[in-house]
């Protein structure tokens, strides 16, 4: 009886250690904040990620990246499927923020007036994340990226205010969508494409590249070799190759996979960090 005691003793120990290794261990700060809008009916949720560094301590400020989500998902995605993005904060001293995009593409829609992504995201959620969090005010100090619709966000997002970011990437974006002429919602913001085909290409980041030649932002971009983006992205990296745009272009075997995307923000992360303190 004793050595079946220290033996059943011993498995509960066991259990609880591995119990223990299972769960994330977050050293930094996680909140989940609310923004009004003034162009939506309803309030925006944002999860910011803070690290613990003595400059924060203090009241310095610290770099930022914005971090967003792809169709579908909300502002806990990026954390869902990255669960120690927490420790990647606290090891390149950054914040990242990561709101709900709310299927918008993050544009202004030239058809659904209600959804005026862009507007809200500089002139709400920016400033009054700003006030809270005591972010940088400058381009130099903010970076922007996200998965999926997300990257195509931050494109579009950068170009269209290259004033806020310094820096801008994209894991697996939708960097043209004309190739997805039914897909997901488009249709509802841009309209159908042989009535709009004009719009399309505007609204289309690829067709924006002087801008980023313009403004001189650091630029990384990913995708899998078998992602069905990865012809977009291809098209895009040899487009500012021809024009002589410096970026950084990553592509290894991998699909449109929260997996695959975990495993490229660390990269990016890493790239920003670089940038701020270049």
Request: hydrophobic share 40%; glycine share 6%.
């Amino acid at each position: 009886m004793v050595f079946t005691s220290k033996f059943n003793l011993i498995k509960v120990s066991l259990l609880l250690l591995i119990l223990f290794l299972k769960l994330p261990c977050y050293s930094s700060n996680v909140e989940e904040v609310v923004i009004k809008s003034s162009g939506f009916s309803y309030p925006v949720k944002v999860t910011v990620i803070s690290p613990t560094s003595p400059e924060l301590e203090s009241g310095m400020v610290v770099p930022t990246v914005y971090l967003l989500n792809g169709y579908d998902g909300d502002h806990q995605s990026w954390l869902k499927s990255v669960p120690h993005l927490a420790l990647l904060a606290d090891r390149y001293g950054l914040r990242i923020i990561c709101p709900d995009g709310l299927n918008s593409w993050y544009w202004d829609s030239p058809k659904e007036k209600e959804m005026a992504y862009a507007s809200f995201f500089v002139k709400d959620l920016m400033p009054q994340l700003r006030l809270i969090y005591n972010l940088p005010d400058k381009r130099e100090l903010t970076a922007i990226t996200g998965f999926s619709m997300g990257g195509h966000g931050a494109f579009w997002l950068a170009v269209h205010y290259p004033n806020l970011f310094g820096a801008v990437g994209s894991i697996s974006g939708g960097l043209d969508l004309r190739g997805f002429k039914t897909n997901w919602n488009l249709r509802e913001h841009l309209g159908p494409y042989n009535e709009n085909e004009k719009l399309w290409s505007n609204y289309t980041v690829t067709s924006h590249y002087s801008e980023l030649q313009k403004h001189k932002f650091a630029i990384i971009f990913d995708c899998g070799v078998d992602d069905f983006f990865y012809s977009a992205n291809m098209q895009f990296h040899n487009l500012l190759l021809e024009h002589k745009i410096p970026h950084d272009f990553i592509s290894r075997p991998g699909a449109h996979t929260h997996s695959y995307s975990a495993n490229s923000i660390e990269y990016q992360l890493l790239f920003f960090h670089k940038f701020f303190h270049k």
